[in-house]
């Protein structure tokens, strides 16, 4: 069974503030996705990191793939309050390309 | 619009009361999977299909069916329902096999009396 873990479980800042978020795993992952999620809605994906040592920008999101493709983080610079929710890890593996979540890190961005 | 759409959004019932939660995807996606979310436990794959007439289980199918009849169509069987099975489900579609990342309908919340 592969396992992802999320740290930390959450994280409150004040705006402006930087913060990283951590996926670990023991098992290597064909790809690994990042999703945002809001309450009472569905997961909303923001990357898919797919090579070993990758790294993929999106505005002031910074996302990293391990060179051995088994763990990954996301950065955030100058947090802002439309940052907050729930940030999910989710890594691609196995002969039937089971997607494997991790719990989840709850980040609240404070004015 | 491109959309995974479920239905329906609420629903509370009682133990034993078969129901069926629809699930349909408009992007023509081969990729269909089903998932429940938990306090503590994040989220759990039930049921997955990679294309029509092709299911196999995920972490949790105890207590669950599925069928792809159809390409857009997956929809969720619980035929007896009951307690422990009172959670937020999730549908979700992708292209191919998943690599590039899976579209989230918005949840069904189902309660078990």
């Known amino acids: 069974t592969q396992l992802l873990e999320q740290s930390p479980q959450f994280l409150s800042i004040q705006e402006g503030e930087n913060l990283t978020v951590y996926c670990n795993s023991s098992?290597?992952?064909?790809?690994l996705q990042w999703y945002r999620q809001e309450p009472g809605e569905g997961p909303v994906l923001l990357v898919t990191v797919v090579t070993g040592g990758e790294v993929k920008k999106l505005k002031r999101l910074t996302f990293q793939f391990g060179d051995a493709r088994k763990d990954s983080s996301l950065h955030i610079t100058a947090a802002q309050p439309g940052d907050t929710g729930l940030y999910l890890c989710a890594g691609v593996g196995g002969s039937n390309y089971k997607l494997t979540f991790g719990k989840g890190t709850l980040l609240t961005v404070n004015p | 619009e491109a959309q995974v759409t479920q239905n329906p959004r609420y629903l509370i019932t009682v133990t034993g009361k078969k129901l069926t939660v629809t699930c349909s995807q408009n992007?023509?996606?081969?990729?269909m999977s089903w998932y429940r979310q938990d306090p503590g436990l994040g989220l759990r794959q039930i049921y997955y299909?990679?294309?029509?007439?092709?299911?196999d289980k995920g972490d949790v199918p105890e207590g669950y069916k599925v069928s792809r009849k159809e390409k857009r169509n997956f929809p969720l069987i619980l035929e007896s329902p009951s307690p422990n099975q009172t959670s937020l489900y999730f549908c979700?579609?992708?292209?191919?096999?998943?690599?590039?990342?899976?579209?989230f309908g918005p949840g069904t919340r189902l309660t078990v009396l």
């Open positions: 299909s990679m294309n029509v007439e092709v299911t």
């Open positions: 098992s290597v992952f064909s790809s």
């Open positions: 992007m023509n996606h081969e990729y």
């Open positions: 979700a579609s992708t292209p191919g096999q998943g690599m590039r990342g899976q579209f």
